[in-house]
């Protein structure tokens, strides 16, 4: 049996480019690992849920009757709140998804570049996000009467597209954590409903104990809701430049730790076996 050898003096095969496997991974997550990319799913996640989860809360806060709290801020709050479902919740099944397929045994032993494979399937849930957002956003506005204040439309975009990355960010971060548990669906749910409790969504920050304020105020969710508040309501810059560093830094600890994360408990996982289990 004959093998085949390289030519002289020629180069062994490099690895993918960050850029093309970036890009490559982007363009297929959504159809294998996110699996959210049907057409009765997307149009759900940013006309339907949107809409009865603004309805929802905006009815609560109508018959609570509480002064400080109105249906607008709720609409408001909520209506940025909606991105949790695609940024986060989707996001962090990947790992589910790439152990059901018995998918993700290759990915880890792939030659490219970890970080690009990782970080590309953020891409499609940040426009989706921001998309869910937006289409929020038209219901508070539209139904309940929030307020916008002239010249509001570039800072709520700002806003609304840093909190996706953010969030994004986030969800990534809880799919790490995944990879060394059974599934990532209880994960998933415990923080999808955190973010509706403590990100003042739905109320303020200052009605909950010190040590839960802590905790919201580390959710970039939580100072993306400020950031769309402000946009809103015609604030200055200067708070919005606050918020918005903030949720930039919270996005970018997200995004390391996400990346940190996924290397230990790659080991661990390895170490007890629950890599391939689902």
Known sequence: ???????????????????????????????????????DFVLGTVFVLPFTQIVFFAYVA?????????????????????????????????????????????????PANRAAL????????????????????????????????????????????????????????????????????????????IGLLLSGANFPLSFLPVPLQWVGEALPLTWGIVAVRDSLSGTGWGPLLVAWAIVLGEGAASYALALGLWEVFERRAYRTGSLGRF
């Open 1 to 39: 049996m004959s093998t085949e050898t390289l030519p002289l003096g020629s180069a062994p095969r490099s690895h993918p480019s960050l850029s093309r496997t970036f890009w490559v991974n982007a363009r297929f997550a959504p159809r294998t690992s996110l699996g959210f990319m049907r057409l």
């Open 62 to 110: 109508g018959l609570a009757g509480n002064p400080a709290i109105s249906v607008a801020y709720v609409a408001v709050g909520n209506a940025v709140a909606t991105m949790t479902y695609s940024s986060v919740f989707s996001v962090c099944q990947t790992t589910d998804m790439e152990k059901q397929q018995y998918t993700l045994e290759h990915l880890l032993v792939s």
């Open 118 to 193: 990782y970080l590309g399937r953020g891409l499609v849930p940040v426009l989706l996000s921001f998309l869910t957002v937006g289409v929020s956003l038209g219901y508070a506005v539209g139904i309940f009467g929030a307020a916008v204040a002239p010249g509001a439309l570039l800072p709520v975009t700002i806003s609304v597209l840093l909190t996706s990355v953010a969030m994004v960010g986030f969800g990534l971060l809880l799919g790490g954590v995944a990879l060394y548990l059974r599934t990532s669906i209880i994960l998933g749910n415990i923080f999808l409903f």
